[in-house]
């Protein structure tokens, strides 16, 4: 007989931690999860865990952490080998099969590498999330988005290889259609959307052609999810603080961020489309800057609260002057000057007091591209509104407009010359008044960098404030030396925005036309007016005031994309003087 010693039988080792069970019934335990004999009498097998210390507990973290790393590179892995099984048998699988389930990544379709992937993700995170103001990017990374959303990861993306390589990479192409597959997924499918859906169709509708019609989805999304409350939620978390904002009041606050950032393109697209809005924010001012104050709010966050509120002001001015359709009406225009300057003075104030708020900003970059962007904003709040106002009129003719309506058309040319002074600028610290650049003076502005990135509506804005300035400059018949000035700045803008364009953008070659039929109007009138004017002096304060072919022809210079795309107001005024009523006799004169 063999001994209980011998190496045949090994001796049972004692359980360092035995469970509850077999400890109350004071029998041997094997310390297994769940031990040998709560197994076999299938009942519940527990532990009363021993105290561990800083060492043990620290190892077993960093093994937590590789298990969880592990897992989600197999499942990568997994989600890769998926979508190569599926490109490889599409072309036999039945339709109704082929089209089931959310379209894969394009890093798993094999459109782009994780590489580029990664390059183009940090890009959109370096210019674009200022422009499509929803992003947090301190909790943004890029396995969380790849992981949790396909859709959005290929969107932010598209938009990161669009601003490295232009319009017209065949690889932006491609990846532009993954992203409309992700929406026809998720068009087709009748779950709710998720919040990252949200946030792609918004990216979307901020670099499409169809922008309107897609923030109008995404809006209705949002609706869907209950971000409309988010903000009043909000606002009873922050009323009862103090204390630490909690895992909830995040989340609020990151729904809010997202709804007033598909709010805010809903008003620009409106207003700027020759539209009023189609839903009025339910906020206010003060709300708004409650949540300027909040921890969670970003320099990003700053620039997007700011802008709802100018568009607040904006959309109640508007309302205003439709309104009065027939303010033009000598015994009305005292109504609609009140709305003028009332909302000029909205204006200053909105720009004095974000000033305010900016200036606390710590980042002297982030602070100062901020203050320069008040800027910019505001003066085309300004311009819009006067020529808004001259619009719904129905005057075109400069030549046969009341006092009052040719002051509006001035007003709107110089907040215009003060627009494209700010963009050609230097960033600024502080709020002074602009100060316009000397001739032949090069600054290289901040402002003007972001182009890369910027939205298809921006590089509207941009062709369309120098073409505007240039035609209200003729038409009130500025003298020679003021429009050369002009001419100047845009030639400026011109030579800047060719360092920052990629590929072919159809707005700044309308801003090119747009210079040159200027220059051509005004030659004309110099070379008739004078042989001894050098074109390309600063001298000459002669009134022009000749109608030339040239110039009829700048002063019909509209393009399609402003008809069709934006409804910016003022590009159908025109001066026809009316030399016939000369002939006239005064009869009132003869008696």
């Given at each position: 007989?063999?001994?209980?010693?011998s190496p045949e039988q090994p001796r049972k080792r004692?359980?360092?931690?035995?469970?509850?069970?077999?400890?109350?019934?004071?029998?041997?335990?094997?310390?297994?999860?769940?031990?040998?004999?709560?197994e076999k009498n299938d009942t519940a097998c527990r532990?009363?865990?021993?105290?561990?210390?800083?060492?043990?507990?620290?190892?077993?973290?960093?093994?937590?952490?590789?298990?969880?790393?592990?897992?989600?590179?197999?499942?990568?892995?997994?989600?890769?080998?998926?979508?190569?099984?599926?490109?490889?048998?599409?072309?036999?699988?039945?339709?109704?099969?082929?089209?089931?389930?959310?379209?894969?990544?394009?890093?798993?379709?094999?459109?782009?590498?994780?590489?580029?992937?990664?390059?183009?993700?940090?890009?959109?995170?370096?210019?674009?999330?200022?422009?499509?103001?929803?992003?947090?990017?301190?909790?943004?990374?890029?396995?969380?988005?790849?992981?949790?959303?396909?859709?959005?990861?290929?969107?932010?993306?598209?938009?990161?290889?669009?601003?490295?390589?232009?319009?017209?990479?065949?690889?932006?192409?491609?990846?532009?259609?993954?992203?409309?597959?992700?929406?026809?997924?998720?068009?087709?499918?009748?779950?709710?959307?998720?919040?990252?859906?949200?946030?792609?169709?918004?990216?979307?509708?901020?670099?499409?052609?169809?922008?309107?019609?897609?923030?109008?989805?995404?809006?209705?999304?949002?609706?869907?999810?209950?971000?409309?409350?988010?903000?009043?939620?909000?606002?009873?978390?922050?009323?009862?603080?103090?204390?630490?904002?909690?895992?909830?009041?995040?989340?609020?606050?990151?729904?809010?961020?997202?709804?007033?950032?598909?709010?805010?393109?809903?008003?620009?697209?409106?207003?700027?489309?020759?539209?009023?809005?189609?839903?009025?924010?339910?906020?206010?001012?003060?709300?708004?800057?409650?949540?300027?104050?909040?921890?969670?709010?970003?320099?990003?966050?700053?620039?997007?609260?700011?802008?709802?509120?100018?568009?607040?002001?904006?959309?109640?001015?508007?309302?205003?002057?439709?309104?009065?359709?027939?303010?033009?009406?000598?015994?009305?225009?005292?109504?609609?000057?009140?709305?003028?300057?009332?909302?000029?003075?909205?204006?200053?104030?909105?720009?004095?007091?974000?000033?305010?708020?900016?200036?606390?900003?710590p980042l002297p970059h982030e602070r100062s591209l901020?203050?320069?962007?008040?800027?910019?904003?505001?003066?085309?709040?300004?311009?819009?509104?006067?020529?808004?106002?001259?619009?719904?009129?129905?005057?075109?003719?400069?030549?046969?407009?009341?006092?009052?309506?040719?002051?509006?058309?001035?007003?709107?040319?110089?907040?215009?010359?003060?627009?494209?002074?700010?963009?050609?600028?230097?960033?600024?610290?502080?709020?002074?008044?602009?100060?316009?650049?000397?001739?032949?003076?090069?600054?290289?502005?901040?402002?003007?960098?972001?182009?890369?990135?910027?939205?298809?509506?921006?590089?509207?804005?941009?062709?369309?404030?120098?073409?505007?300035?240039?035609?209200?400059?003729?038409?009130?018949?500025?003298?020679?030396?003021?429009?050369?000035?002009?001419?100047?700045?845009?030639?400026?803008?011109?030579?800047?925005?060719?360092?920052?364009?990629?590929?072919?953008?159809?707005?700044?070659?309308?801003?090119?036309?747009?210079?040159?039929?200027?220059?051509?109007?005004?030659?004309?009138?110099?070379?008739?007016?004078?042989?001894?004017?050098?074109?390309?002096?600063?001298?000459?304060?002669?009134?022009?005031?000749?109608?030339?072919?040239?110039?009829?022809?700048?002063?019909?210079?509209?393009?399609?994309?402003?008809?069709?795309?934006?409804?910016?107001?003022?590009?159908?005024?025109?001066?026809?003087?009316?030399?016939?009523?000369?002939?006239?006799?005064?009869?009132?004169?003869?008696?």
């Open positions: 007989m063999n001994s209980p010693l004692r359980a360092i931690n035995a469970c509850v069970s077999c400890r109350s019934s004071k029998v041997r335990c094997d310390g297994r999860r769940p031990c040998g004999r709560c532990y009363y865990d021993a105290v561990k210390d800083e060492h043990t507990m620290r190892i077993e973290k960093l093994e937590e952490s590789f298990s969880a790393l592990r897992d989600e590179i197999s499942q990568i892995r997994s989600q890769s080998n998926t979508a190569l099984v599926q490109q490889t048998f599409a072309p036999i699988l039945p339709d109704h099969l082929r089209q089931c389930g959310p379209a894969p990544r394009a890093v798993d379709a094999g459109l782009i590498t994780w590489d580029q992937a990664a390059s183009w993700f940090q890009s959109f995170f370096s210019g674009s999330q200022y422009l499509v103001p929803i992003f947090c990017s301190n909790h943004v990374t890029l396995m969380r988005i790849s992981s949790c959303s396909p859709f959005l990861f290929d969107s932010i993306v598209s938009i990161g290889c669009r601003a490295e390589e232009g319009f017209s990479s065949p690889t932006y192409r491609q990846l532009q259609s993954r992203v409309r597959e992700h929406l026809t997924s998720l068009l087709i499918d009748s779950s709710v959307p998720s919040l990252e859906d949200v946030q792609a169709v918004t990216l979307m509708a901020a670099y499409s052609e169809n922008g309107f019609v897609l923030i109008a989805l995404a809006m209705r999304f949002a609706i869907q999810l209950g971000l409309p409350d988010a903000m009043n939620q909000l606002m009873a978390y922050v009323s009862r603080r103090p204390r630490a904002v909690d895992a909830s009041e995040r989340t609020l606050y990151r729904s809010t961020r997202v709804w007033l950032g598909i709010c805010n393109f809903e008003l620009f697209f409106s207003l700027d489309g020759g539209k009023l809005p189609s839903t009025a924010l339910q906020t206010s001012p003060r709300k708004i800057r409650t949540l300027a104050n909040h921890p969670e709010r970003t320099p990003v966050d700053v620039r997007l609260l700011s802008q709802v509120e100018l568009n607040i002001i904006r959309s109640d001015a508007y309302r205003k002057i439709v309104q009065r359709v027939d303010s033009m009406l000598p015994q009305n225009e005292s109504t609609l000057q009140a709305t003028i300057d009332d909302t000029g003075v909205e204006l200053s104030l909105w720009l004095d007091e974000w000033t305010a708020i900016i200036s606390t900003e901020a203050l320069q962007n008040l800027h910019i904003q505001r003066e085309w709040a300004l311009m819009t509104l006067s020529l808004k106002a001259i619009a719904v009129s129905g005057i075109e003719n400069i030549a046969i407009m009341t006092e009052f309506q040719r002051s509006l058309v001035i007003r709107a040319k110089e907040a215009a010359a003060r627009h494209l002074h700010h963009i050609l600028s230097l960033p600024i610290s502080s709020s002074p008044p602009y100060s316009p650049s000397l001739p032949g003076q090069s600054h290289k502005s901040t402002y003007l960098s972001t182009f890369k990135w910027t939205l298809d509506y921006v590089w509207a804005k941009c062709a369309f404030s120098v073409l505007i300035v240039l035609k209200l400059a003729i038409l009130l018949r500025d003298p020679v030396a003021s429009v050369m000035s002009l001419l100047r700045d845009a030639h400026r803008l011109l030579e800047k925005l060719k360092s920052v364009t990629v590929g072919h953008i159809a707005y700044f070659q309308i801003l090119q036309t747009s210079v040159e039929k200027c220059e051509a109007a005004l030659r004309e009138y110099v070379t008739q007016q004078s042989s001894s004017v050098d074109l390309g002096g600063a001298g000459g304060e002669e009134s022009m005031d000749g109608s030339r072919a040239a110039e009829e022809e700048f002063q019909g210079y509209v393009p399609s994309e402003f008809v069709f795309e934006w409804d910016f107001p003022g590009l159908n005024l025109k001066h026809m003087p009316l030399g016939w009523q000369d002939l006239f006799i005064n009869i009132d004169g003869l008696f």
